[in-house]
């Protein structure tokens, strides 16, 4: 069965710090991956996506994701955070073949930056 | 275009009684999926329709169900209700080709409180 899991339920930085949030999946092929950010009652809003190809991705916003196979892991990152990042962000993995079943995404990271 | 609507945004029920939530897609797109987004159980597929057939399901009972129209609009119903019941719902839409897999455009949802 596929699975993600998103280890930092809350993480605060500093406004102009840098942010990593983690993902790990477990997923039997090749997975498409995909990093969601959803302001307070709002829906969810896609960052970035990676099925092939260079393993590091570009998003809105001026994020990034990182691919490692190896690692399981399709980890978020910015270099300097501002203070309307400030959201919830999820990372959720799927099939190829939309065909083959539905996606799965984790429980989500809290982002809080602090000014 | 315009993105993926969902009606009503709130909405308040007492236990026992049944709800009809509506979504309407992005134009073009044949597939809609449903959510349920709740602080415990984090973001949990309910099911998908493709031209107007439930093409995945999640393990929920089967007091939800769903439907798709022609136009590719689709609803929700949730019959007894129950305290639990009590969530955010979201609507997602893609084009639904099989392949490459389509991304998800989520609508704002609609949120559902059960006294």
């Known amino acids: 069965a596929q699975s993600v899991t998103q280890p930092d339920i809350h993480i605060t930085v500093s406004e102009g710090a840098s942010l990593e949030l983690r993902c790990n999946y477990s997923?039997?092929?090749?997975?498409?991956l995909f990093w969601y950010v959803q302001s307070p009652g709002q829906g969810l809003q896609l960052l970035l996506k990676?099925?092939?190809?260079?393993?590091l991705v570009q998003g809105i916003k001026g994020f990034e994701a990182e691919f490692k196979r190896s690692q399981s892991s399709f980890n978020l990152r910015k270099p300097s955070v501002h203070w309307s990042d400030a959201a919830e962000y999820f990372c959720?993995?799927?099939?190829?073949?939309?065909?083959?079943?539905?996606?799965?995404f984790g429980d989500g990271t809290t982002l809080t930056v602090k000014p | 275009k315009a993105g993926v609507t969902q009606t009503p945004r709130y909405l308040i029920k007492t236990r026992g009684q049944q709800v009809t939530l509506s979504c309407s897609p992005i134009?073009?797109?044949?597939?809609v999926s449903w959510y349920q987004q709740t602080p415990g159980q984090g973001l949990q597929f309910l099911f998908e329709?493709?031209?107007?057939?439930?093409?995945n399901k999640g393990n929920f009972p089967g007091r939800f169900s769903g439907r798709q129209f022609s136009n590719s609009r689709s609803e929700m119903n949730v019959s007894t209700l129950e305290l639990g019941d009590s969530a955010l719902y979201l609507c997602?839409?893609?084009?639904?080709?099989?392949?490459?897999?389509?991304?998800?455009?989520f609508g704002p949802g609609t949120r559902l409180t059960v006294l």
């Open positions: 997602a839409s893609s084009p639904g080709g099989a392949e490459p897999y389509n991304e998800q455009f």
């Open positions: 997923y039997g092929a090749t997975p498409y």
């Open positions: 990676y099925f092939s190809g260079d393993t």
């Open positions: 959720a993995v799927g099939p190829y073949n939309t065909n083959a079943g539905k996606s799965t």
């Open positions: 134009s073009g797109h044949r597939s």
């Open positions: 329709y493709f031209s107007e057939t439930q093409r």
